[in-house]
């Protein structure tokens, strides 16, 4: 959380902007000191406010032909970031079985799957020669924890 804030602080102002701010203060203070210098009479003063107030405002003319320059490490973060949030999304989508929804749509089957689903058809076809035995060996073959739950069903009932 506190290295997020910082991220934040350190990139909130673009160097552009900052660059303008501090130049209106020191034309504002340049302005405030020849003010002063006109009160007391002092012609040096006066001069150098002038100077300073001028020199400000070039920064300012010459300010719209800057650009702001995005840190390497920052834009890598962004990146990292996308990344997360890519393999964020990715994770609830799986997790959640759209995946699988999306899959069938589509029509992408698992080559198991589909071999699975052969043997069941033929199972229940009266003119193939494939059993029950058969389809239960299959599954146990493609399922370890169908396996193990097979087992336990099997070894309680003995």
């Known amino acids: 959380m506190r290295l997020a804030l910082l991220v934040i602080v350190l990139t909130g102002c673009s160097p552009v902007a900052r660059i303008a701010e501090r130049t209106n203060e020191i034309r504002n203070e340049a302005q405030a000191l020849r003010h002063h ?50 393999v964020a999304v ?15 749509a589509i029509g992408w089957l698992p080559r198991k799957t589909m071999v699975q689903a052969e043997l069941a058809a033929d199972m229940l076809d009266p003119a193939r020669p494939e059993s029950e035995r058969e389809f239960v060996a299959a599954m146990r073959a493609r399922d370890p924890a169908f396996d193990a739950a097979y087992r336990k069903v099997k070894k309680g009932r003995t």
Do not use: C, M, N, Y
Request: aromatic share 10%.
């Open 37 to 86: 210098g006109e009160q007391v009479d002092d012609a040096v003063v006066v001069h150098h406010a002038e100077t300073i107030d001028s020199l400000a405002a070039d920064i300012h003319g010459e300010l719209p032909a800057v650009q702001d320059k995005v840190p390497a490490w920052l834009s890598t973060l962004k990146w990292w970031g996308i990344a997360a949030a890519a």
């Open 90 to 104: 990715a994770f609830v989508l799986w997790q959640s079985g759209a995946f699988t929804a999306i899959r069938i």
